[in-house]
């Protein structure tokens, strides 16, 4: 009984963490609940969600991306740039997609092909791709987007696209890692790099479709956040990829690894978000929410570490003994 019980507490502790940060919250702020309140956060973790989604497969699998900011900015860039010359939202989308997605199977390359660690070919990228849209703006922002907005601004019905879009979203990334055979791969080869290819995974094509669909996220994110702010902002995102790795590593994706869940990657964001909310409606300074979320990514890294050595002793100890028994 008390086996059970702490499994089902360890598979649904960030849910009941979420659950209590939502009622927390909204005793700590009268207007946490507000409906425009949480219609505003939701809003906003849209591009915090898509960003997440991409960090999460690539860390399952063993790897990451540090220049999601800065492909994000200049696919949105290019995108806004685009529509505003064609008046088609359709070349738009293309655009936003087709850069981000150029700039991660640059990324991969490198990563596959030339062994060069994920950290390393990401933060070159994140240079290259900021330095490219800076280039091509003059560093100016880019006003007046008519009705591009409507991606990041508009609703149908009640509901507002962009979360719309995560429903759609979530539904084909979900399948994407549980019901297929690259997103089991995934797992093998987080789990064991060499052992997922002597199994017959083919390890590099995997590196290149996760980070292809790392960009077709980004690119997506990059034009629900240009639509968001109003405006092509060749500066924006600045960091943002920290918030989309906290987001998976809080919601339960292992940071050295095979482990990772769709639904947890979700409640991760709505936990960062909450906070960040109810910190933006008490008025706590916003460096000291940095240095908060900052904390929280080691905690949240340091609580996976640990987890994992108790587990890997468990299991040599139940050798041990069954070694003993034999």
């Known amino acids: 009984m008390g086996g059970k019980t702490s499994y089902y507490l360890q598979k649904f502790s960030i849910f009941i963490v979420l659950i209590v940060l939502f009622i927390g919250c909204s005793i700590i702020s009268p207007y946490f609940l507000q409906s425009s309140n949480l219609v505003n956060v939701t809003r906003q973790l849209c591009v915090g969600i898509l ?6 497969i690539l860390i399952i699998s063993g790897f990451l991306d540090l220049s999601v900011g800065s492909v994000l900015a200049l696919a949105g860039v290019l995108s806004v740039a685009t529509y505003k010359s064609t008046g088609s939202m359709i070349a738009a989308l293309v655009v936003a997609l087709a850069v981000a997605v150029i700039c991660n199977l640059v990324n991969a390359l490198f990563v596959a092909n030339f062994n060069v660690p994920a950290f390393i070919a990401t933060l070159g990228m994140q240079q290259v791709a900021r330095g490219l849209v800076l280039y091509y703006t003059g560093g100016q922002n880019i006003l007046q987007l008519g009705g591009f907005v409507e991606i990041g601004q508009g609703s ?3 509901v507002p696209i962009p979360v719309l879009l995560i429903v759609l ?3 084909v990334i979900w399948y994407l890692v549980n019901n297929t055979r690259y997103g089991r791969g995934l797992y093998a080869i987080g789990g064991s790099r060499s052992a997922a290819e002597a199994s017959g995974i083919n390890s590099k094509k995997s590196i290149y ?3 292809i669909v790392n960009g077709l996220l ?3 994110a990059g034009m629900i956040f240009m639509a968001r702010n109003n405006a092509g902002l060749p500066n924006g995102a600045v960091g943002l990829e920290m918030t989309g790795l906290t987001a998976a590593i809080v919601g339960g994706t292992s940071f050295t690894g095979g482990i990772g869940t769709v639904s947890g990657t979700i409640a991760g964001a709505f936990i960062i978000g909450f906070l960040e909310n109810v910190m933006n409606l008490l008025g706590v300074n916003a460096y000291i929410q940095q240095v908060i979320e900052g904390a929280i990514i080691v905690l949240a890294v340091a609580f996976d570490v640990v987890s994992k050595s ?3 002793q468990k299991v040599i100890l139940v050798k041990e003994k069954t070694e003993e028994k034999a």
């Open 51 to 56: 960003v997440a989604y991409g960090e999460m």
């Open 156 to 158: 149908i019905g009640p």
């Open 169 to 171: 979203v979530t539904i």
């Open 209 to 211: 479709r996760s980070y």
């Open 218 to 220: 980004i690119g997506l």
């Open 310 to 312: 108790k587990k890997s």
